[in-house]
């Protein structure tokens, strides 16, 4: 079905203001190397990436198609990843090694490898937990900065989510950056971009990188780049990467919602939120939804129930086959 999906995707990226369609690959684009899955396949497509919070867990519904180019990222469970998990590092000097090796300089820890499940797909993992004591405080401050969105101390759960949203966002603002070191034509940046954090290197760049008119920019599915988020959970990532204005195509798909429950107006249920005390990750989900470029729910009841309770009409909805 995300092979679906991905035609869909390179479809829509006509509709963005950033660049225009252009269905025949770019001769100049320097060829990118493979990672861990190095079975030469899918070459010519999108890079992707998918983000689950139960990754190592055998528990998430996957989308995924193979290929060295489709690449897995969740949190790290050692008490999973033992069996799960065949650690090994990507290819020397590939885009995704170079990507990780980045986020472990700045203190990350990062493990790497495939998922022992079907066709043993690449997979990416942040160690959550290191990254407590050094990020949490800080990431979660920003948070609330940037996004209005407060977590409270009491919820460890929802702390570990902005915690990881962050470094799954800087992993993928770094590998979006090594694409356009490599000479990888990536998207088209606006002065009066959002982006109000950025890792240094980030930052550099782009104060230095020109602004081009959005009609001048041809993406190909080649060299394009799309992070697909499941669930309130893999929020963060999606909002974040939209407003650091990293160019790349973000889908947030939709399973089940973290409040359950039937409701006649938007206000009830935010009000029931506020009761159970879960308002905070609502509002996460709502600004996935809305930041994202394309909101897919995953079936028509749970798209009738985001388009009442978040406010935000999906772009379409997918199944699994």
């Given at each position: 079905?995300?092979?679906?999906?991905?035609?869909?995707?390179?479809?829509?990226?006509?509709?963005?203001?950033?660049?225009?369609?252009?269905?025949?690959?770019?001769?100049?684009?320097?060829?990118?190397?493979?990672?861990?899955?190095?079975?030469?396949?899918?070459?010519?497509?999108?890079?992707?990436?998918?983000?689950?919070?139960?990754?190592?867990?055998?528990?998430?519904?996957?989308?995924?198609?193979?290929?060295?180019?489709?690449?897995?990222?969740?949190?790290?469970?050692?008490?999973?990843?033992?069996?799960?998990?065949?650690?090994?590092?990507?290819?020397?000097?590939?885009?995704?090694?170079?990507?990780?090796?980045?986020?472990?300089?700045?203190?990350?820890?990062?493990?790497?490898?495939?998922?022992?499940?079907?066709?043993?797909?690449?997979?990416?993992?942040?160690?959550?937990?290191?990254?407590?004591?050094?990020?949490?405080?800080?990431?979660?401050e920003m948070f609330k900065k940037d996004h209005n969105i407060e977590i409270p101390l009491g919820d460890q759960e929802a702390r570990d989510v902005v915690v990881f949203g962050y470094m799954v966002a800087e992993f993928l603002a770094e590998f979006e950056l090594k694409c356009r070191s490599k000479g990888i034509p990536t998207a088209v940046y606006s002065n009066d971009s959002k982006q109000t954090f950025h890792p240094r290197e980030l930052t550099e760049l782009l104060s230095e990188t020109?602004?081009?008119?959005?009609?001048?920019?041809?993406?190909?599915?080649?060299?394009?780049?799309?992070?697909?988020?499941?669930?309130?959970?893999?929020?963060?990532?999606?909002?974040?990467?939209?407003?650091?204005?990293?160019?790349?195509?973000?889908?947030?798909?939709?399973?089940?919602?973290?409040?359950?429950?039937?409701?006649?107006?938007?206000?009830?249920?935010?009000?029931?939120?506020?009761?159970?005390?879960?308002?905070?990750?609502?509002?996460?989900?709502?600004?996935?939804?809305?930041?994202?470029?394309?909101?897919?729910?995953?079936?028509?009841?749970?798209?009738?129930?985001?388009?009442?309770?978040?406010?935000?009409?999906?772009?379409?909805?997918?199944?699994?086959?």
């Open positions: 079905m995300f092979s679906e999906l991905k035609h869909y995707i390179s479809k829509v990226l006509c509709w963005f203001r950033w660049y225009k369609y252009d269905v025949t690959p770019d001769k100049n684009v320097e060829e990118v190397d493979e990672g861990v899955n190095s079975d030469g396949e899918d070459n010519d497509g999108p890079w992707t990436f998918e983000v689950l919070w139960d990754v190592v867990a055998n528990l998430a519904d996957l989308f995924t198609v193979n290929g060295s180019k489709n690449i897995l990222i969740g949190p790290y469970r050692p008490e999973k990843a033992v069996d799960e998990i065949l650690e090994a590092e990507f290819e020397e000097d590939s885009l995704p090694a170079m990507a990780v090796q980045v986020v472990r300089d700045k203190g990350f820890k990062v493990i790497t490898g495939h998922w022992l499940i079907h066709d043993r797909p690449p997979a990416i993992m942040f160690h959550v937990e290191s990254a407590r004591d050094k990020f949490e405080n800080h990431y979660v020109p602004t081009t008119e959005p009609e001048a920019t041809v993406r190909t599915t080649e060299n394009e780049i799309c992070a697909q988020f499941h669930d309130w959970k893999c929020g963060v990532g999606p909002i974040l990467l939209r407003r650091w204005n990293i160019c790349i195509t973000t889908i947030f798909t939709l399973k089940i919602s973290c409040l359950e429950g039937k409701f006649k107006t938007q206000k009830k249920a935010h009000e029931e939120a506020r009761q159970r005390g879960i308002f905070h990750r609502l509002s996460t989900e709502l600004a996935a939804a809305r930041e994202s470029h394309i909101f897919t729910p995953v079936s028509e009841a749970v798209a009738e129930q985001a388009e009442l309770v978040l406010g935000k009409q999906p772009d379409c909805i997918i199944t699994q086959d």
